[in-house]
């Protein structure tokens, strides 16, 4: 008890000092005095994540252009060592907790009782339990360093220039060699008319059928057009989908699937794009502007 208030007395110095130097940025930056507040605050690694009351305290926090939130960062790096800082609604958190208790209580699934605990509680421990996890677009090595905290986790990479870019390639082997993760690239063979018939009919899930054949028991992957399906020899997951946390930007994004974009220059499958990324704002998974964004990447890429 002792150590908890201890930490309690700490975390609270901290936030007091964080208001400060948000203020002093505000003023800097030639932007109105106001009122915030911070109700939590979470140091993982080199990402500060700060807890807000609101959506207008976390507005206050990042600033117009995220300039204060910038700046706060740059003063923050040295003294801390953190590169990322993540300006969260404290509400968000309390709904995406009572999500996690509501899938607990209809999900049987030992390995999907156990990322809930993990979520749920602070002092889960890794397991040794084996499941696979599928790296190849966007969001992926963000589910891949979740899991790796939870799991022994076995990364598998479909490697086919047309899917994998060179830059998505480098990013992914560069975050494997960093965290000391087992991976693979599995060469992946596929015809002109298999290509041609993947971008026509819009190609997320195109890889459901290659995974089961391949693997058994629990696998992760982002390339299902569903939250879990279940098959003979075992399930396949698509992680955010079931667990739908905030993401924003950094350098653990990678690229959209190439197959998507060019499916996307064909009307049908642009407005299934465009629902997709609407559907992952709604259930809070997308930040507004981030999705925007997205859209105008693509919607950029369509015209090259």
Partial sequence: ????ALLQSKKEKIINNLKKDIL???EELGLAPTNFEIVDINLDGKVLTIYTKNRTDKS???GPGGWVVGKLREKL???FNIEIIKVEDYTDVLLFKERVKLIKSLFNERKIQTICDYFLSDNVLKTDNKVVCIVQCQYDLYSLSILSKIFNVKAITYDFPALVPKMT???ITTFINENNIDHEFISLNISKEELTDI???FPCGFLKDKIIGDFKGVVFTSCLDCRIFKHEKGMLINFFKLFPLKMRKDEKYLNYC????QSCKL???SEKFIKKIVEEVYVGFKEPTDATEEILSVVKAWRR
């Fill in 1 to 4: 008890m002792q150590e908890k």
């Fill in 199 to 201: 971008i026509k009919n």
């Fill in 24 to 26: 002093k940025i505000r």
């Fill in 77 to 79: 790096k040295d003294k």
């Fill in 169 to 171: 390639k480098n990013k």
């Fill in 267 to 269: 009307r049908q499958n």
């Fill in 60 to 62: 206050v926090i990042i």
């Fill in 258 to 261: 190439p197959l998507c974009i």
